[in-house]
């Protein structure tokens, strides 16, 4: 994995030395010298991160800032503001532009790379959940209409100076909920428990080491996405490093400077809330690869794909497997007399019919239109065509009631095959059943019909 650094810095000499450094750590960089060129760039797709000088001619830093993040095309490439160390409004309007992190010049080298590695993996893991995103094609807007704010953010402080934790909470309190815990352990309990946006760490604890905290909450699987701010003082570069390898995502020195700390926590909130989207889209978007919409019931590719694992367990185990494929008789007149809305209301009643009547292990499709499969692990022909016998009278029992309130009575056919383990594939099996099913409307319908061996 090589990261592409964009470097901009209308100073050339500048531009050489941050290059020389990341060229030295194996990073592809590329360099120019002015905003509209890098927003250019970015456009087009060619920069991982961006190392951004806040003082520029013609288009500072923090319009260039802005702009990326205005822009959904480069909102989520992380820019670094590059700042002057006397200048510290720098980085809170840096940070307001939307910037991800800054350094200050003259820039150390073990924070460049730190903080470079961090972003590069952040933007590598929202690539890939994006790029799945739009694999499936079910167009999902990966990020929704609106981007997530930073603000409201639920806020675990772990601090054991009364002071600092009411400095903290003051001037948090009116953006954020914010929950003080002195103890380690009991933080790691609460965070486990409940869900954080982010989690405020002193690395300077009395009785505890801050950054064994850091280290937990990374390893558990419920606080793993959960980032980390850590607090420490100027002189302690050395637990600042430690922290930044175990996986702290941002710090804060102290003293605090409190619109450092307002604009830190926001934009650590807003990336929670941005990654926990795109989980979200990629979890809903793998159940609609899999889920009939209508019925809720799995698809015909969920089927295709399980069908094949059960049929193998079959055949290893030597335990019977049968399928059923249930159709439902002269749907078409449904839809024609009575709409389409009707046709779905039945088609939905339907589902719950079969639902009732199959169990827990067995796995019920809709293959499309009105067309349904049941495949029933353990269990053999005799049984099979005793539940499709079963099913056939939930169908034709009882009325189905639909939307403009007409009682429909519905009936479906039923083709019954039990899996043979000399001669079945997984297809031939569905084959067979479809062939019994097409006798069971040949022989006059509301039937269930077995298949031939
Ligand atoms: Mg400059």
Not at 2 to 25: F, G, H, Q, T, Y
Not at 92 to 119: H, M, Q, W, Y
């Amino acid at each position: 994995m090589s990261a592409r650094i964009l470097v901009v810095d209308d100073v050339p000499a500048n531009l050489k030395l941050l290059e020389a450094r990341l060229r030295a750590e194996y990073f592809e960089v590329a360099c120019v010298n002015n905003g509209p060129e890098a927003i250019e760039i970015c456009a087009r797709g060619q920069a991982d991160i961006i190392l951004l000088d806040v003082m520029m001619p013609g288009m500072d830093g923090f319009e260039v800032c802005r702009r990326l993040k205005a822009d959904p095309r480069t909102a989520y490439i992380p820019v670094v503001m590059v700042t002057a160390l006397d200048q510290p409004a720098d980085r809170v309007a840096g940070l307001e532009a939307g910037a991800d992190d800054f350094l200050t010049k003259p820039v150390n080298d073990i924070a460049l790379f730190t903080r470079v590695r961090s972003l590069v993996r952040l933007k590598m893991l929202t690539d890939e959940l994006a790029m799945r995103v739009a694999s499936t094609d079910m167009g999902v807007d990966p990020l929704g209409r609106d981007v997530p704010t930073g603000e409201n953010g639920r806020i675990l402080l772990v601090d054991d100076r009364p002071s600092s934790v009411n400095r903290i909470t003051t001037t948090l309190a009116a953006h954020h909920k914010v929950s003080v815990e002195a103890n380690p352990q009991e933080a790691l309990f609460l965070a486990a428990d409940r869900d954080f946006d982010l989690a405020i760490v002193s690395l300077e604890l009395e009785a505890y080491d801050g950054l064994r905290l850091c280290s937990q909450l990374r390893s558990l699987d419920r606080t793993r996405m959960l980032p980390i701010l850590a607090m420490v003082s100027p002189d302690d570069n050395t637990k600042l490093l430690r922290g930044l390898d175990i996986g702290v995502n941002d710090y804060l020195m102290r003293p605090l400077d409190k619109n450092e700390l307002l604009a830190r926590v926001k934009t650590q909130v807003r990336r929670k809330r941005f990654s926990d989207r795109l989980r979200d889209t990629v979890q809903l978007t793998l159940e609609m690869a899999m889920t009939d919409g209508l019925t809720g019931l799995h698809n015909r590719r969920y089927l295709e794909r399980h069908l094949t694992s059960l049929v193998d367990q079959s055949l290893t185990s030597g335990k019977p497997l049968s399928v059923l494929i249930l159709d439902i008789d002269h749907f078409k007149s449904v839809n024609d007399t009575h709409g389409h809305d009707a046709g779905d209301d039945v088609l939905r009643a339907f589902t719950d019919r079969i639902r009732r009547s199959v169990r827990g292990i067995d796995l019920a499709c809709r293959l499309g239109g009105e067309e349904f499969v049941v495949v029933m692990p353990d269990t053999d022909e005799s049984r099979a065509m005793e539940v499709g016998e079963r099913l056939r009278e939930a169908v034709a029992a009882e009325a189905f009631t639909v939307a403009d309130g007409a009682a429909l009575w519905v009936t479906a056919s039923i083709g019954v095959a039990t899996l043979s383990f000399s001669s079945d594939t997984p297809q031939s099996m569905l084959k067979r059943a479809d062939v019994a099913l097409y006798r069971a409307k040949n022989e006059g319908r509301n039937r269930v019909a077995a298949a031939a061996a």
